[in-house]
């Protein structure tokens, strides 16, 4: 079977995507060929946006459309206390419960020797060097609680408690296997109430 | 927990198998490769997703057709349809219950639990110490979701860590020891709760392996099985323990690049009267233990779980005496449903069919009811 050559582009680039079959690409191509041209333009707007407005933020690693991010910026967070976590996905999470007040460090992964992940790979200098320009006195470790996010807690627990910041883990409140990320809202927010100090 | 019926598509020799089973014994009667042993490793399948044969899925796709398909009604408190669907061109296997997908083993394992006997336990008794371990670990795992969970968990720790050591020794840096140090407390938590686990499990099992083994040999033998962990060096402070011998290792774990310390190491040693089975037991004796060993997990899985665990015997006369063999059939009367291979029922003739024993004639894939 003959398949134009735009359409057989987009199923290519869109099956890139992550959990995007062959099949789904297809079907979504297909749906976007039939939409009307303002809300393809949309559409294509809003990825380019993503890319050319987005960054990271230079001091937490979160998204930011600035060099420092909107909570970074915030006169009203509390600056005494960071959450840690994996990705920027779980500082929306934790924003969403409306539980949490204080700063974030995105980390940008966890420690997997199987994966040639170790601690250079991650954010965790960035993260002692805030130790020394902020007045921070407490860490709380919301890393998901599987095998690789349970040791990297473990290994940052051990650089910062000799610093005397207080560090505290939030993941027994977790569902286990899941992810932070698909977590619902009154999990996390009772997760973030119940740490347990390390 | 009762299985009420099976269906096998395209599964091996069987192209399209339907059965009917019976709450009581079911005997499956037929020659070497006929297919009776297949049934059984489909509802072996159907508990635990997996084959208990060697056999990988793709293999098990019949001649020039392109997918299998096997299917079981299950009947405790509630009913469960279960359906697995195996696809060739996508290498790809699904599981539903009830029309339900689910992906995760730790939602399966344990759900309907699963007894299996075999020839190939002779591995258990005879076997290397991986064997017992697996022995082991599959009934705690199916009796405790949260074991499997640690194992699972345990096992990767293992291959991080192992894969941290093997970078180490091709190039020594302080801040991989650092990392290393994490990973070995994380090995450590999550190996002491296997080793409290499993010393937990040996104290209860014990009880059920003397009761076993008494119905089928009398009172003049008693079997018992010791756990066997940090080389016999055991401690009430597994944590402090397991500190120790690490620091002790720690060398040789680096220029070995492998995990020297830990429940991966472990084994189980069954005894009879206090002599070792694997250095003093007879033939007659390790198969009658492997039985005992099937009995006593069946039962002891019925307490934990509450539920009948499905109880498969594939050629279980074959290589027992007469004597014996009578007492294991009384035996499987107090266990309710059954399913039992044969290669020949006349040369039982000590098994007695009650009438609701159900009796099929499996002949290079096909079923009649005899
Ligand atoms: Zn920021």
């Known amino acids: 079977m003959q398949i134009a050559e735009p359409l057989l582009a987009a199923i290519e680039e869109l099956s890139k995507l992550p959990g995007i079959g062959k099949k789904t690409a297809q079907r979504l191509s297909l749906h976007i060929l039939k939409s009307d041209n303002e809300t393809v333009a949309s559409l294509v707007k809003a990825i380019e946006e993503l890319k050319t407005r987005l960054r990271f933020c230079s001091r937490c690693f979160n998204l930011s459309e600035e060099e420092l991010c ?14 840690v976590v994996e990705e920027a996905s779980d500082v929306i999470a934790i924003e969403r419960t409306h539980e949490f007040n204080g700063l974030y460090h995105v980390l940008g992964g966890v420690l997997s020797p199987l994966n040639g992940i170790g601690p250079d790979s991650l954010k965790i200098k960035e993260l002692l060097k805030r130790f020394e320009s902020e007045d921070i006195k407490e860490v709380i470790l919301a890393i998901n609680p599987d095998t690789e996010g349970e040791t990297t807690a473990l290994y940052l627990a051990r650089l910062i408690k ?22 619902d809202e009154a999990t996390i927010g009772r997760a973030v109430l119940g740490r347990i100090e390390l | 927990m009762i299985l009420t019926s099976i269906y096998l598509r395209n599964f091996r020799i069987h192209k399209d198998t339907k059965i009917k089973f019976s709450e009581n014994l079911n005997y499956f009667v037929g020659g070497n490769g006929q297919g009776k042993t297949t049934i059984l ?66 939602d399966i394992i344990g759900r309907f639990p699963v007894v299996l ?10 076997g290397y110490p991986g064997e017992r371990r697996k022995f082991i670990d599959s009934i705690i795992s199916q009796a405790s979701g949260t074991y499997l969970k640690i194992l ?40 002491k709760e296997i080793i409290e686990h499993r010393e937990k499990f040996v104290n209860e099992f014990n009880g059920f392996i003397k009761e076993s083994y008494e119905i089928i040999m009398g009172k003049e033998e008693v079997p018992a099985m010791r756990y066997f962990y940090f080389d016999g060096m055991s401690s009430s402070n597994i944590e402090g323990k397991f500190f120790e011998l690490l620091d002790q290792k720690k060398e040789e774990e680096l220029k070995r690049a492998a995990n020297l310390v830990g429940p991966h190491r472990d084994d189980f ?37 509450g539920k009948t665990p499905v109880f498969l015997l594939d050629d279980v006369f074959g290589e027992l005496d007469k004597k014996r063999s009578i007492k294991i059939s009384e035996y499987l009367r107090e266990v309710g449903q059954a399913f039992i291979t044969l290669t020949d029922f006349a040369n039982f003739s000590f098994l ?16 009649d009811y005899a």
Not at chain 2, 43 to 58: G, R
Not at chain 2, 160 to 185: F, G, I, P, V, Y
Not at chain 2, 352 to 367: A, H, S, Y
């Open chain 1, 162 to 183: 000799p610093l005397g910041i207080k560090v505290s883990r939030i993941a027994r409140g977790l569902p286990v296997g899941g992810d932070l990320e698909f977590a």
């Open chain 2, 152 to 191: 699972l968990d345990y096992n990767k720790t293992l291959r991080q860590r192992s894969s941290l050591l093997c970078q180490m020794k091709e190039n020594r840096r302080n801040s991989l020891s650092d990392e290393l140090n994490a990973w070995t407390t994380k090995l450590v938590q999550s190996g």
């Open chain 2, 352 to 367: 007695k069919r009650q009438e609701n024993d159900m009796l099929f004639q499996i002949n290079n894939g096909t079923v």
């Open chain 2, 269 to 305: 040693i069954f005894e009879i009267n206090k002599l070792n089975l694997k250095d003093f037991g007879s033939q007659g004796q390790h198969k009658t233990f492997q039985v005992a060993l099937r009995f006593a997990q069946f039962f002891y899985l019925k307490k934990t779980t």
């Open chain 2, 117 to 126: 006997l075999t020839p190939a336990d002779h591995a258990i008794t005879q």
């Open chain 1, 70 to 83: 909107e909570i970074c910026k915030n006169e009203k967070r509390d600056k005494k206390i960071i959450c």
């Open chain 2, 41 to 106: 490793d489909s509802i072996y399948y159907l508990c635990t997703t997996k084959s208990h044969d060697t056999k990988t899925d793709s293999e098990s796709v019949r001649f020039n057709e392109e997918s299998f398909e096997l299917g079981g009604v299950f009947r405790g408190t509630s009913e469960n349809k279960i359906r697995i669907v195996y696809s060739l061109k996508d290498n790809k296997k699904e599981y539903l219950q009830d029309g339900k997908k689910i992906t995760r083993s730790v």
